[in-house]
C-alpha cells in the first residue's frame, strides 16, 4: 500500500508500505524518474522557446520597473521631494 505526502504535516511523513520484495524495483523506478526529470529540466531551459521568454519577461518587468519610478518620482516632485536613483538610471 502506497500512501501520498503528508499535506496537512509535512514534519510528519507518511511511510510508504510496499509489497516484500518490491523495494529493489521501487528504488530503481525513482532513479529512473529522476533521471528523465533530469533530462527534461535541463532541456527546457536551454531550449531557444525559454531563452526568447526569459528576454520578453526580462523587458517587460524592466518597462513596469521604469513606469512605476516616473510614477514614484512625479508623486514625490509634487510633494516637494526628489528621488535619486542610483541602480536604474
Not at 39 to 46: H, L, N, Q, W
Not at 81 to 87: D, E, K, L, P, Y
Request: hydrophobic share 35%.
Amino acid at each position: 500500500m502506497l500512501r501520498g505526502n503528508n499535506f496537512q504535516d509535512t514534519y510528519r511523513p507518511n511511510a510508504l508500505t510496499l509489497p516484500s520484495g518490491m523495494g529493489k524495483q521501487f528504488q530503481a523506478d525513482v532513479k529512473a524518474l529522476v533521471e528523465e526529470a533530469t533530462r527534461g529540466i535541463r532541456s527546457a531551459f536551454e531550449s531557444e522557446e525559454y531563452a526568447v521568454r526569459r528576454e520578453e519577461t526580462g523587458q517587460a518587468v524592466a518597462r513596469r520597473r521604469n513606469e512605476l519610478f516616473v510614477q514614484l518620482d512625479q508623486k514625490a516632485r509634487q510633494e516637494g521631494f526628489i528621488i535619486q536613483n542610483s541602480r536604474w538610471a
